[in-house]
């Protein structure tokens, strides 16, 4: 979900309010320049963390795969429901108890990236006004 508060565009993701690091580039001064490509870094990592959470999170739950009920005919793309969807994304030999204690060291490396990425927001906010501080 995007809103806009103002001049800036935020991305609310699992009740976490991100800025875009494109916003951060799109600042006035070249000052924030350093803070934008970190800040795409941070989030790329922040995105692979929640892929790998997800899958933490299928692994300790032992998700089902899907089940055609209908039959390939009846459905609009007529193709079947793939077979060893689990083993396909490595979840097929999966220890559950293991990956429910990866589950705590994920949430903290994505709270950590979180704040890490706040720091950078700020830090390029506060270098934009400084920046642009008349100087006498």
Do not use: K, N
């Amino acid at each position: 979900m995007t809103r806009s508060s103002g001049r800036t565009a935020v991305s609310t993701t699992r009740s976490r309010a991100v800025v875009r690091p494109a916003q951060v580039a799109a600042a006035p001064t070249p000052v924030a320049a350093p803070f934008a490509a970190e800040l795409r870094e941070v989030e790329y990592w922040r995105r692979l963390v929640l892929a790998r959470l997800d899958l933490a999170v299928a692994a300790v739950t032992a998700a089902e795969e899907p089940t055609q009920h209908t039959a390939p005919e009846d459905v609009l793309s007529a193709r079947p429901v793939p077979a060893d969807l689990r083993r396909l994304i490595g979840l097929g030999q999966c220890d559950a108890l293991g990956e429910a204690a990866v589950l705590e060291r994920l949430r903290d490396a994505l709270d950590d990236l979180d704040c890490y990425a706040r720091g950078l927001r700020a830090g390029a906010r506060r270098a934009c006004q400084e920046s642009a501080r008349p100087t006498s």
